[in-house]
């Protein structure tokens, strides 16, 4: 199982980054591929999912409006674009599969090892 993400960077207030993760075929059709994000002294946090089977998208609120998940399943990867970064935004970023049923933000088996993304205010 591997889930390498890439495309995390410095950006100003209001910009923007598109973040990948690059699955196995394998663990890239699980039930659902997330993104979640870890800031400094705060626990992990669900951002985004997407599911395998029609490709509903699940975001959570603070990113409604400005986050957008979506996949390439020809490249076996999922994207998190992410517009009007906020100073908030800054965390580390992680790409994670899950296979079971149940809710879309918990219960993810395999991670990535996270990119960095830094918003300056």
């Known amino acids: 199982v591997q889930l390498v993400e890439s495309g995390g960077g410095l950006v100003q207030a209001g910009g923007s980054l598109r973040l990948s993760c690059v699955a196995s075929?394998?663990?890239?059709?699980?039930?659902?591929m997330g993104w979640f994000r870890q800031a400094p002294g705060k626990e992990r946090e669900f951002v985004a999912a997407?599911?395998?089977?029609?490709?509903?998208?699940y975001l959570t609120n603070s990113v409604k409006g400005r986050f957008t998940i979506s996949r390439d399943n020809a490249k076996n990867t999922v994207y998190l674009q992410m517009n009007s970064l906020k100073p908030e935004d800054t965390a580390i970023y992680y790409c994670?599969?899950?296979?079971?049923?149940?809710?879309?933000?918990?219960?993810?088996?395999?991670w990535g090892q996270g990119t960095q993304v830094t918003v300056s205010s």
């Open positions: 997407i599911a395998w089977s029609d490709s509903s998208t």
């Open positions: 994670a599969n899950k296979r079971s049923g149940g809710g879309v933000s918990y219960g993810y088996e395999n």
């Open positions: 075929r394998r663990t890239f059709s699980s039930k659902y």
